[in-house]
């Protein structure tokens, strides 16, 4: 019998979820496994050329790293492709997972600006990259390029994500007026394989990690848990 993939992860890693989702889509069985970053084991060293997580073990000692490359292979060995078929239009599916990785970073910018007037300004550059979005999604969805789920929905369900968690303490206004947006990422955060992408306690994480990093968004988290009135201890 062959083992099963593994999946080397990490609980808020959105590139971890890519590969989740996309497992999860084609209905592959496989295992989890998650590391501390902050305290690497040493056979992860060995096995992540670059120290990151994705890394998805295909057999003895062989590990695939980098989500873009894990999700290809995925797509290439599995069946039910989430790839188009037409190689200008699968190009251009690669072009806006790299735009997904891109508004990563941008949410990278927006959770360390340190005051008010960084923050504005990373919310607007995200806002920008939407705005280009709003225009590119097929208008009938429900997904990217529309009724079929693709790499490129897997790569938006964790950026989304973000903003489901945000929303609950803080009013960005990023989506404002962007409807086909709004309700893509309505259909993604319904999606089994992305709520399935990582655990139940993951809002309580992402806190965790932003209230960690004293920037401007943790700021907002303490007021807004400060005007919270107390839980009463069960
Ligand atoms: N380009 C990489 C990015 C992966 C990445 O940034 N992983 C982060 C966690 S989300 C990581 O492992 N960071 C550990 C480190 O840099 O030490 C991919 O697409 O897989």
Same mark, same amino acid.
């Given at each position: 019998?062959?083992?099963?993939?593994?999946?080397?992860?990490?609980?808020?890693?959105?590139?971890?979820?890519?590969?989740?989702?996309?497992?999860?889509?084609?209905?592959?069985?496989?295992?989890?496994?998650?590391?501390?970053?902050?305290?690497?084991?040493?056979?992860?060293?060995?096995?992540?050329?670059?120290?990151?997580?994705?890394?998805?073990?295909?057999?003895?000692?062989?590990?695939?790293?980098?989500?873009?490359?894990?999700?290809?292979?995925? @797509?290439?060995? /599995?069946?039910? %492709?989430?790839?188009?078929?037409?190689?200008? !239009? #699968? &190009?251009?599916?690669?072009?806006? =997972?790299?735009?997904?990785?891109?508004?990563?970073?941008?949410?990278?910018?927006?959770?360390?600006?340190?005051?008010?007037?960084?923050?504005?300004?990373?919310?607007?550059?995200?806002?920008?990259?939407?705005?280009?979005?709003?225009?590119?999604?097929?208008?009938?969805?429900?997904?990217?390029?529309?009724?079929?789920?693709?790499?490129?929905?897997?790569?938006?369900?964790?950026?989304?994500?973000?903003?489901?968690?945000?929303?609950?303490?803080?009013?960005?206004?990023?989506? @404002?007026?962007? /409807?086909?947006? %709004?309700?893509?990422?309505?259909?993604?955060? !319904? #999606? &089994?394989?992305?709520?399935?992408? =990582?655990?139940?306690?993951?809002?309580?994480?992402?806190?965790?990690?932003?209230?960690?990093?004293?920037?401007?968004?943790?700021?907002?988290?303490?007021?807004?848990?400060?005007?919270?009135?107390?839980?009463?201890?069960?």
């Amino acid at each position: 019998m062959t083992k099963p993939l593994t999946l080397i992860s990490h609980t808020l890693c959105p590139y971890v979820q890519r590969a989740a989702i996309v497992l999860a889509e084609k209905n592959v069985p496989f295992e989890r496994i998650y590391i501390d970053l902050a305290d690497k084991p040493d056979w992860f060293q060995a096995a992540s050329p670059l120290g990151k997580v994705p890394l998805l073990k295909v057999g003895e000692d062989r590990f695939l790293f980098e989500s873009a490359p894990i999700v290809e292979f995925l @797509d290439e060995t /599995e069946p039910q %492709k989430l790839h188009p078929q037409d190689p200008a !239009e #699968r &190009a251009r599916h690669r072009a806006y =997972v790299e735009f997904a990785s891109q508004i990563l970073n941008g949410i990278g910018a927006l959770y360390n600006a340190r005051d008010d007037t960084g923050f504005q300004a990373a919310s607007e550059a995200l806002r920008a990259k939407f705005l280009h979005l709003e225009a590119k999604i097929d208008p009938d969805g429900p997904f990217f390029a529309g009724a079929s789920f693709s790499l490129v929905d897997a790569a938006f369900g964790p950026v989304f994500r973000y903003f489901d968690v945000f929303d609950d303490f803080t009013r960005l206004g990023i989506f @404002d007026g962007l /409807e086909h947006v %709004k309700r893509w990422r309505r259909n993604l955060s !319904e #999606r &089994a394989s992305v709520i399935g992408a =990582v655990t139940e306690d993951y809002p309580e994480l992402l806190r965790a990690f932003l209230r960690k990093r004293s920037t401007w968004i943790s700021h907002q988290l303490d007021l807004h848990e400060r005007s919270q009135p107390m839980v009463a201890a069960q």
